[in-house]
T-cell receptor, first 113, second 115 residues
Framework: AQTVTQSQPEMSVQEAETVTLSCTYD???????LFWYKQPPSRQMILVIR??????QNATENRFSVNFQKAAKSFSLKISDSQLGDAAMYFC??????????FGAGTRLTVKP | GAVVSQHPSRVICKSGTSVKIECRSL??????MFWYRQFPKQSLMLMAT?????????EQGVEKDKFLINHASLTLSTLTVTSAHPEDSSFYIC???????????FGPGTRLTVL
């Protein structure tokens, strides 16, 4: 079974600083997809960034980037120039082909002004 | 991105009644829809997966007779919580995906409170 582990229940960052959220996963597959979702207090799930396992290049979306280490099965999210609006729960997720998405336990990010 | 709506956003019901939650894909055809349950301060737990026109596939431990899922069209799936009890109180989230696509689009969720 595939599992997704987020070892940081809570993280805190100063506004304008950089923070990294960690995620590891367990799989025997070679082709899969990884995602980071943000869930603000509204509870709406918002896709932050996605990574295809076959791509070696790390995905980047503006202030958000990932460090994808396939051999280590690690998929961390780096948020640069943190903003107050970045405060939310962040979920790492894993998916194979047409199968459903599996989520980690989440990391609550607090941004201090 | 594509839009998925859920209705109602909040519902309060008495114990023993049934509640229906609708999930609609507004601008794409959702060949597959997923229903998740999220308890406070916890992650999303998959309850079931439904493909249009087929019976839903339920995750282990999820009672199919209690959580009825219907996916009769490419834009609508419904989750009916039958004979609801206080322990069914939770946040229910649906997501939808088009055929051949890898990204799932999430609805805004429905908060169910059973008194």
């Amino acid at each position: 079974a595939q599992t997704v582990t987020q070892s940081q229940p809570e993280m805190s960052v100063q506004e304008a600083e950089t923070v990294t959220l960690s995620c590891t996963y367990d799989t025997s597959e070679s082709d899969y997809y990884l995602f980071w979702y943000k869930q603000p207090p509204s509870r709406q799930m918002i896709l932050v960034i996605r990574q295809e396992a076959y791509k070696q290049q790390n995905a980047t979306e503006n202030r958000f980037s990932v460090n994808f280490q396939k051999a280590a099965k690690s998929f961390s999210l780096k948020i640069s120039d943190s903003q107050l609006g970045d405060a939310a729960m962040y979920f790492c997720a894993y998916k194979i082909d047409d199968n459903d998405m599996r989520f980690g336990a989440g990391t609550r990010l607090t941004v201090k002004p | 991105g594509a839009v998925v709506s859920q209705h109602p956003s909040r519902v309060i019901c008495k114990s023993g009644t049934s509640v229906k939650i609708e999930c609609r894909s507004l601008d794409f055809q959702a060949t597959t829809m997923f229903w998740y349950r999220q308890f406070p301060k916890q992650s999303l737990m998959l309850m079931a997966t439904s493909n249009e026109g087929s019976k839903a596939t339920y995750e282990q431990g999820v009672e199919k007779d209690k959580f009825l899922i219907n996916h009769a069209s490419l834009t609508l799936s419904t989750l009916t919580v039958t004979s609801a009890h206080p322990e069914d109180s939770s946040f229910y989230i649906c997501s939808a995906r088009d055929s051949g696509q890898h990204e799932q689009f999430f609805g805004p969720g429905t908060r169910l409170t059973v008194l």
